[in-house]
């Protein structure tokens, strides 16, 4: 049940018309309509003014403003842009309605002063429906958009990480060229190096001629008098591209010993530097730096 001592708030309704005698109708038939007990409404002003900025005044905090006129016309128009606002509702007092064998008729006047607060209170709540039903678009909007935002901030922690991935991976492709160029440049006469097999020089001379090599030392002063291409000896190996080429170098310098054998000086001075020739005929260190 609804408190009585309850206060409910009245429709404050303000009239704007062209001239006095239309104003005297118009608060005759506001007085005979019984709006305020009735309806709740009161109709606080009824202004005959055609000034703009009176009108603006007067209307100022009404809740419904009816503008007197002969349909919606330029003036209407005028009006209602400059009276309109986001708190307010501007309608027409149609002027057509209320005259009657060309005089203004009180009783037509109230029932148009009800009809038109009646279509005004009408359009307020269409107004209202489309404004709850945007509000519900807006709402709905709102949840799609947070949603979709959510979504584009998780990309961007995404596009992040990969995009941090993709550096690091960029580095290590980077160090890999680097790599990969310098090997191609310290190998890339790979193929124009001749490969030499290695094979122990004693076994060898015992293959090609039946008997051990007696001093191995003298095949290394030899060898390294006579300076062969492609022919190493040194710590008591031989470096050649064959094993039919290391024997064909021993063959000769078999021959070659014969010959100076019996030339006993010129051979211990030859000895003497045998350090020396194992140095410039080192197996392992010739082999090592062979690539480079």
């Known amino acids: ?132 039903t945007l509000e519900n678009k807006l709402l709905k909007l709102t949840h799609k958009y947070n949603s979709l935002l959510d979504d584009y901030n998780k990309l961007i922690e995404d596009y992040d990480d990969v995009s941090l991935k993709n550096k690091e991976l960029q580095e290590t492709i980077d160090d890999l060229k680097s790599d990969f160029t310098a090997f191609k440049s310290r190998y890339e006469d790979i193929y124009s190096k001749e490969f030499l097999e290695i094979y122990n020089l004693n076994d060898l001379w015992q293959e090609a001629f039946r008997e051990d090599l007696a001093d191995a030392k003298k095949v290394t002063i030899a060898t390294n008098k006579f300076k062969p291409e492609n022919i190493i000896v040194g710590q008591g190996y031989i470096g050649a591209q064959s094993r039919q080429d290391a024997i064909d170098w021993l063959k000769i310098i078999k021959t070659a010993l014969i010959f100076v054998g019996n030339d006993e000086e010129d051979l211990k001075r030859d000895l003497n530097k045998t350090s020396e020739v194992e140095d410039d005929y080192d197996i392992s260190n010739n082999f090592e730096n062979f690539w480079d």
């Open 1 to 132: 049940m609804e408190n009585e001592n309850s206060v409910i708030s009245k429709v404050d309704v303000r009239i704007i018309v062209s001239g006095l005698d239309i104003a005297e109708v118009v608060s005759k038939s506001v007085d005979n309509t019984q709006l305020e007990r009735d309806y709740n409404i009161i109709v606080s002003s009824i202004i005959p003014t055609n000034n703009f900025e009176i009108a603006k005044k007067v209307a100022n905090g009404g809740d419904i403003i009816l503008i007197g006129g002969y349909g919606q016309d330029e003036n209407y128009n005028l009006l209602f842009n400059d009276l309109k606002t986001d708190f307010n509702h501007v309608g027409l007092f149609d002027y057509n309605n209320i005259i009657k064998n060309e005089t203004v008729d009180s009783n037509l006047a109230a029932d148009e002063i009800l009809n038109s607060i009646i279509r005004a209170a009408l359009s307020y709540s269409l107004n209202l429906v489309n404004v709850h």
